[in-house]
């Protein structure tokens, strides 16, 4: 089969860091099919030698097993080419389409790498050119809007001119390996489905924490923050995966029907709720990892006196037969102490303890963590007897200790697997569509966060600060603690 990409951003932050080394990655693999060119686009006028070389400069900056032998370069180079398009020029769309006549390419991907206020834009072009046939297919990048009136103008124009069926929302959390390992734990194993439910489950929790600050992107990320940029998609993407019903098949239409109805079954937010179970935090500056670190603040591109939140922290409540009741909490945020994403189910306690805690044993829940990164794992915390709980081996009679079954996916399978950016763009090259995500589920997700930023833009106290290198605002922490519970680090 053949294909053109046509990657719009083509020189841009996103493309060097992720798409191209994906696509490096899985033409390494071998995965890439055959008969494929890649066109990048951009201002810039560059030839398409010139393009190469750029990236191929670009490609000394990614790890070194990631990195292209000579002749693997040459190789991969030479499905490469570039196109200077001024994307508001209708006649750069017409430049495009002769190019793409060319070769007339079984499938056509636009990927949309670009600032999401050119969607509507290039879409429309696109059309207008001819260029919206069935053999398309589009991919459009987080963040799909600002807020749910953006987001749905951008759908409206993206299904005047294509089939929900051409459009690949992209949100790379559904491709990574551990989200399809949560679905395969619960759908292809009957063990956890029957727990899988509130009689048993005491509680969820989702973490996503990055060491890192913003870096360059303090412009984009004044205008989004955390709550737009991770907690609208990826973290509600994992709660849907977590949460969701078993689908009748594996088909794209059926897990996302399943998703929806987890979005549209989220708490609604009250005025009480908005005050107490949504913390907001930005960092100040502090120690990360040994090092002095600089506040949001003093970011570049940061404007004086911002109050973009890069740290939330929620508790929701999924109000359907399965979950009523159990609480939700979702955490993110960047300058944190931890660079680590996971998926903490914590079950109820033992319903009679026969073996007493007083005598220097403990009784603690059992926990399952799926952990995404940096590990790829899952962790099944039990309860054993064979150790008191200083790890003396004389432990009295009916005392138990906390032991862990632990289940590291890279070491099973090898870490040279196929990453997120990989798979969707393979995915999309063969039309499939089962992990991106549908225009209702993005608009419900939408709709569910609307009221938090409405909150916010009427809160003149602003975030609250937490220093960099710390697990955020101390609030996080008396926000689950309420309920009686803790986060994974502080239990
Ligand atoms: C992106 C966000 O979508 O995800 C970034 O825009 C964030 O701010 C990144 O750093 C995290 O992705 P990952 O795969 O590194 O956890």
């Avoid at 929620?314 to 037969?321: F, P």
């Avoid at 603690?364 to 963590?369: I, M, S």
């Avoid at 995404?372 to 009916?398: F, I, K, T, W």
Wanted: aromatic share 8%.
């Amino acid at each position: 089969m053949s294909f053109d990409l046509v990657l719009f951003g083509g020189t841009g932050d996103l493309a060097w860091r992720k798409i191209m080394p994906a696509l490096f990655q899985a033409f390494r693999h071998g995965s890439l099919p055959a008969g494929g060119r890649i066109v990048g686009v951009a201002r810039d006028g560059l030839t398409d030698t010139q393009y190469r070389e750029l990236i191929k400069a670009r490609f000394d900056q990614v790890e070194l097993a990631k990195r292209p032998s000579d002749d693997e370069f040459s190789r991969f180079a030479a499905m490469l080419e570039y196109l200077r398009m001024d994307l508001s020029q209708p006649a750069d769309y017409t430049a495009l389409a002769d190019k793409l006549k060319q070769r007339n390419a079984d499938t056509v991907v636009m990927y949309l790498a670009t600032a999401p206020g050119l969607f509507t834009t290039v879409c429309d072009q696109i059309a207008a050119a001819g260029l919206n046939g069935p053999q398309t297919r589009v991919v459009l990048e987080k963040p799909l809007g600002h807020d749910l009136a953006s987001n749905r103008a951008i759908n409206e124009t993206v299904r005047r001119v294509l089939k929900e069926e051409q459009v690949f929302r992209i949100d790379h959390y559904l491709g990574k390996q551990s989200v399809q390992n949560l679905l395969a734990l619960r759908f292809g194993n009957a063990l956890f489905e029957p727990l899988w439910r509130r009689e048993l489950i005491a509680n969820i929790q989702i973490t996503i924490s990055e060491k890192l600050g913003i870096e360059k992107r303090g412009a984009f990320y004044d205008n989004t923050g955390a709550l737009r940029d991770m907690v609208q998609n990826h973290a509600l993407q994992l709660l849907c995966a977590v949460a969701m019903e078993p689908p009748i098949d594996a088909g794209a239409d059926a897990i996302r029907d399943e998703k929806l109805k987890v979005l549209r079954s989220l708490k609604r937010w009250t005025p009480q709720t908005l005050g107490q179970h949504v913390v907001r935090g930005q960092y100040a500056s502090g120690n990360a990892d040994g090092e002095m670190v600089p506040g949001y603040a003093s970011e570049k591109g940061v404007r004086p006196g911002s109050t973009t939140e890069t740290f939330v922290a929620l508790r929701t409540e999924i109000a359907n037969w399965r979950w009523a009741g159990v609480p939700f909490y979702i955490r993110t945020g960047k300058r944190l102490a931890g660079q680590d994403a996971h998926i903490e189910v914590n079950f109820r306690p033992a319903a009679h303890a026969i073996y007493p805690s007083s005598l220097g044993g403990s009784n603690a829940p059992n926990r399952l963590v799926i952990n995404l990164q940096p590990r790829d794992g899952l962790e099944l915390h039990l309860m054993a007897q064979g150790a008191d709980s200083r790890g003396a081996r004389s432990a009295p009679l009916h005392t138990l200790a906390p032991v862990q079954l632990d289940l590291d996916f890279d070491k099973r399978f090898g870490s040279e697997r196929v990453g997120a950016y990989e798979r969707l763009l393979l995915d999309v090259i063969a039309g499939r569509l089962n992990l991106f995500v549908r225009s209702d589920e993005q608009e419900e997700a939408w709709r569910w966060v609307e009221p938090i930023l409405d909150m916010w833009s009427a809160d003149p106290t602003g975030p609250r600060p937490y220093a960099a290198g710390t697990w955020g605002p101390s609030a996080a922490s008396a926000m689950i603690a309420r309920d009686g519970y803790c986060w994974s680090e502080e239990c």
